[in-house]
């Protein structure tokens, strides 16, 4: 609650702040689990694939931060 009143609109930003936070934690403990057993290529697609999901959930962030830049050209 602390952390959504220093941002506006808070409980969007912060619920896709967590998705990214739990996506990055899933993605290196999977993948540090594939380098551990020898399966090297697996784990570099299993963070290849963190990455994209990453960017997937944080599409409304960049758009809104375009907005925000538009407005200023």
Not at 16 to 29: C, Q, R, S
Not at 52 to 68: D, G, Q, Y
Request: aromatic content about 12%; glycine content about 8%.
């Amino acid at each position: 609650k602390n952390m959504e009143g220093y941002i506006e609109e808070g409980s969007v930003y912060l619920k896709i702040l967590l998705k990214m936070v739990g996506i990055t934690y899933v993605a290196e403990f999977g993948a540090n689990l594939c380098r551990d057993a020898g399966y090297r290529a697996v784990a570099e697609q299993i963070t290849f694939y963190g990455k994209l999901m990453i960017l997937a959930v944080s599409i409304p962030i960049l758009t809104t931060l375009l907005e925000t830049l538009q407005t200023f050209w």
